[in-house]
C-alpha cells in the first residue's frame, strides 16, 4: 500500500493545501538497491551532505561537538571547520567557491571560501534552520516546517517559498536538501522516506521507501535517523546516510 499520509505528514493536524484537489499527483514509488557501502564516522550527527568533484563535504549537528567534514569515501574525514559551543550545525551547500552552512536554533548562516574554509560573512535569518541545498543559481532552505525557501545566496532575502505536498495535504518536518536532475530530493524528518519535489510546485512526484537499509548489526544504542542525501553528477551516483550511521550507502532507486 502507499504509505500512509498519516504518517508522513506529521503535523499536529493534516490540512489540505489549495482547492483544486482534481489535480492531486500519485506520487511515483520506489524501492531501493544497494550498489556499494562506505564506512561512516559514528561520531558524525549528519545533518548536511553533498558530493562535489570526488570529495564529500559533510555538516554535522549537536552543540559542542558541530563540525564541517571533508573526506574521499572510505577515508577518515579530515575537519575543516569547528562552530562555537553554543551553535547546533545543520545543513550545508557549496555554490560559487562558497560554502554555505545553516544553524539550527542560533538563525546564523556561516559563509565561507570553500578553498580555505575561511569564513567570510555571516547572514541572519528568521526561525530555524534544517536543509540547504542550490540549483547552481539559487539556495533552497527547509526550517522543519512544511515549506521550502527559495533564497538569494548574496543577500540570504528570501526569493519566494513552496509548499510541500503529497496527494494534496502537506509534509511537515522537511529536512535535509539535495538537488538531482531538477528536483529537490528531501529527508522527512522520524522517518525512512525521502520525498522527490517538484520546486515550481511543491508536489511530491515521487516516495523513496529506505526502510531495511541500515541492517540491526549496524544499528547501535546511539543511532539515529536517516538523515543525508549527495549526488555525483557526473556519474550519477546517489548516496545516502543517517545521524551516528556507520555506514554510507550507494543506492539505486527502483521503481515498485
Not at 72 to 89: D, I, N, Y
Not at 182 to 191: M, R, S
Amino acid at each position: 500500500m502507499l504509505f500512509a499520509v498519516t504518517v508522513i505528514a506529521c503535523g499536529s493536524q493534516q490540512r489540505r493545501a489549495g482547492s483544486a484537489q482534481s489535480n492531486i499527483v500519485e506520487p511515483v514509488r520506489y524501492g531501493f538497491k544497494v550498489k556499494a557501502e562506505y564506512p561512516h564516522s559514528r561520531e558524525s550527527y549528519t545533518q548536511g551532505l553533498q558530493y562535489v568533484d570526488g570529495i564529500m563535504w559533510e555538516g554535522t549537528g549537536e552543540y559542542g561537538r558541530s563540525e564541517i567534514n571533508t573526506y574521499q569515501l572510505g577515508e577518515q574525514p579530515q575537519t575543516k571547520v569547528k562552530l562555537p559551543k553554543s551553535e547546533f550545525g545543520e545543513g550545508i551547500t557549496l555554490l560559487n567557491d562558497k560554502l554555505y552552512q545553516l544553524t539550527w536554533e542560533s538563525k546564523v548562516c556561516h559563509v565561507y571560501d570553500a578553498k580555505s574554509c575561511k569564513k567570510l560573512k555571516d547572514f541572519r535569518y528568521p526561525g530555524e534552520g534544517w536543509g540547504l541545498t542550490s540549483d547552481g543559481v539559487s539556495l533552497y532552505m527547509s526550517n522543519g516546517s512544511t515549506n521550502i525557501y527559495k533564497v538569494n545566496p548574496e543577500t540570504f532575502r528570501r526569493e519566494g517559498s513552496i509548499t510541500v505536498t503529497m496527494r494534496g495535504q502537506v509534509v511537515n518536518f522537511i529536512n535535509e536538501l539535495e538537488w538531482i536532475d531538477g528536483k529537490i530530493w528531501a529527508n522527512v524528518y522520524t522517518t525512512d522516506y525521502v520525498i522527490i519535489i517538484n520546486p515550481q510546485t511543491g508536489v511530491v512526484e515521487g516516495l523513496v521507501d529506505l526502510k531495511g537499509l541500515l541492517k540491526a548489526d549496524d544499528t547501535f544504542d546511539d543511532t539515529d535517523v536517516l538523515n543525508g542525501i549527495a549526488y555525483d553528477a557526473e556519474q550519477k551516483r546517489i548516496f545516502v546516510t543517517g545521524k551516528r550511521w556507520n555506514k554510507i550507502y550507494e543506492i539505486e532507486i527502483v521503481k515498485r
